[in-house]
């Protein structure tokens, strides 16, 4: 569910000045009003400029404060479509999606070849399991820019909720092509949401998928690691990798053959 790598699974409430517009009348050109928060300089310091310090917010997670000064960005500079994408980001680390998504359409709407506006629209869609919206929102944004690993991830984890699993594996596959580590990676990626990655019961089958694409693209190690956990999440189809095209540059290794190997039954000496 960038930051700024986002996570918001516990949704907090956001504390609207009395003179905010409701949700009902708030159009993407009013982004919600906050209450000034007064900035502490220690004496002998220069004051950071305002851009700059609604930045560190963010970087700090104090997405309260980053969304108030992103809104008087915006007020004073309503065409930016920087600073409406990052007021959306401020707001949707919050919980406020009917809000982050206002601001991330603005943003787009000022700039139609602003990827992240497009890319972090459609973590929304995803938030709200509208998994075809969120598709076409990741497109968008990989057509603008092809070379995000975090684009390329986003439509992955979206292909894999609406169950179109080789898709999903193209997507992750391409993710590892601009970034090995991409799976690993939790640091912030400027203006780009990486969507929150709930899997629920489908977990195993998600591990098993990664393992996939790991040794699809050669990587024996990271190939055995997902393997483990699809394994240690009770996925019951391992089996599949003995035979499945995609593991053949891994398949004869002691270790990846060790992993697929049957557990011990209980009570059976070693």
């Given amino acids: 569910m960038t930051k700024y790598f986002l996570a918001v699974p516990v949704v907090v409430v956001l504390a609207v000045a009395p003179l905010a517009p409701s949700p009902a009348q708030t159009t993407p050109d009013t982004a919600p009003a906050v209450a000034?928060?007064?900035?502490?300089?220690d004496e002998g310091r220069v004051a950071l400029p305002t851009e700059e310090?609604?930045?560190?917010?963010?970087?700090?997670?104090?997405y309260r404060e980053a969304q108030d000064l992103f809104h008087k960005l915006t007020v004073e500079q309503p065409r930016n479509p920087l600073y409406w994408n990052e007021?959306?980001?401020?707001?949707?680390n919050q919980g406020e999606l009917a809000y982050a998504l206002k601001c991330y359409e603005k943003s787009?709407?000022?700039?139609?070849?602003?990827?992240?506006?497009?890319?972090?629209?459609?973590?929304?869609w995803y938030e709200r399991k509208k998994y075809g919206r969120a598709i076409r929102a990741y497109?968008?944004?990989?057509?603008?820019?092809?070379?995000?690993?975090?684009?390329?991830?986003n439509l992955g984890y979206a292909y894999f909720g609406q169950k179109e699993y080789q898709s999903s594996i193209e997507?992750?596959?391409?993710?590892?092509?601009?970034?090995?580590?991409?799976?690993?990676?939790?640091?912030?990626?400027?203006?780009?949401?990486?969507?929150?990655?709930?899997l629920s019961s489908e977990r195993g089958l998600?591990?098993?998928?990664?393992?996939?694409s790991f040794a699809?693209?050669?990587?024996?190690?990271?190939?055995?690691?997902?393997?483990?956990?699809?394994?240690?999440?009770?996925?019951?189809?391992?089996?599949?990798?003995?035979?499945?095209?995609?593991?053949?540059?891994?398949?004869?290794n002691p270790a990846v053959q060790d992993v697929l190997a049957p557990r011990p039954a209980e009570g059976s000496q070693p």
């Fill in 36 to 41: 000034p928060i007064p900035q502490k300089v």
């Fill in 53 to 62: 310090m609604a930045r560190l917010y963010l970087v700090r997670k104090q």
């Fill in 87 to 92: 007021l959306g980001i401020s707001l949707h």
């Fill in 108 to 124: 787009a709407k000022l700039d139609p070849k602003y990827p992240d506006a497009q890319n972090n629209a459609g973590t929304i």
């Fill in 139 to 153: 497109k968008r944004a990989i057509t603008i820019r092809s070379d995000s690993p975090a684009f390329f991830l």
């Fill in 171 to 198: 997507a992750f596959r391409k993710a590892l092509q601009l970034d090995p580590d991409a799976f690993e990676v939790r640091r912030s990626r400027g203006g780009t949401v990486i969507q929150d990655r709930s």
């Fill in 206 to 212: 998600f591990y098993f998928l990664l393992a996939k």
């Fill in 216 to 252: 699809q693209a050669g990587n024996v190690d990271r190939c055995i690691i997902y393997l483990k956990k699809a394994k240690d999440d009770g996925y019951k189809e391992m089996d599949a990798a003995k035979t499945d095209p995609a593991f053949a540059l891994v398949i004869r």
